[in-house]
């Protein structure tokens, strides 16, 4: 287990919270106004990445989605808005007491529709495109498909399409970029959606505060 480093300020029981800087904010923005927290539109719309929040006592980190569980596993952060896939890709060690309800997505393996009746099983290596190399891993051993994971860092679609895969391991949300790019839908692997996520210090040492943050939520 890797030790928490725990740079809040403990004694101002003052609470820091990692957010991500994408599709997350809005909503997570907007849940942390129904717990009674706000932030100025002018240091939104800038580029500072530590933002306390006008009432004070709670300051927002922002990060990388895949960095937030990393923030509160180390205790940098008390407290994250993050999606259960990139949690799950993180193996951070986190308590997780609230499923937000926002940012609903699927993780699924996805690929050209000539291929979608295949049984992957029957081949004799598949090579997998995707930003989730762990899950990935963990499906097709799951499964018995002996798959070579590809570890990228974005628009993992193309890989398919450049023919450096077979198939994706990626996040649906709409649809529409598998739809663009003559994909379809494989396997659905888990469905995610937005978590808060607790350091396990924290959790003990500022219980009072997050309690009161989880009861106006
Ligand atoms: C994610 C994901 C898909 C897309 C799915 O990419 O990797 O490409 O969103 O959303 P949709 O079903 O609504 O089309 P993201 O926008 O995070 O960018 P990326 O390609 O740089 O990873």
């Known amino acids: 287990m890797r030790r928490a480093r725990n740079m809040s300020p403990a004694a101002t029981q003052e609470l820091f919270i990692a957010l991500s800087k994408g599709k997350l904010l809005p909503p997570a923005l907007q849940w942390l106004a129904r717990t009674g927290y706000t932030f100025s539109e002018k240091d939104l719309a800038g580029r500072k990445l530590v933002l306390t929040a006008k009432e004070g006592r709670l300051h927002a980190v922002l990060v990388k989605a895949d960095d937030v569980p990393i ?21 951070a060690e986190v308590f997780e007491p609230l499923d937000l309800g926002f940012g609903r997505c699927r993780l699924v393996v996805a690929g050209k529709p000539e291929h979608q009746k295949e049984d992957l099983r029957q081949r004799a290596l598949v090579r997998v495109g995707t930003k989730y190399p762990k899950i990935a891993r963990w499906h097709f051993d799951r499964v018995g498909v002996q798959a070579e994971i590809i570890a990228l860092k974005g628009s993992v679609e193309l890989s398919v399409l450049a023919g450096l895969a077979e198939v994706v391991v990626d996040i649906v949300e ?44």
């Open 71 to 91: 923030y509160v596993e180390y205790g940098v952060a008390d407290l994250g808005i993050v999606g259960k896939d990139t949690l799950l890709e993180s193996e």
């Open 174 to 217: 709409t649809g529409t970029t598998l739809r663009e790019n003559g994909l379809v839908v494989y396997h659905e692997i888990l469905s995610s959606s937005a978590r808060l996520i607790v350091n396990k210090a924290s959790h003990k040492l500022k219980s009072a505060e997050i309690d009161a943050l989880l009861r106006k939520e």
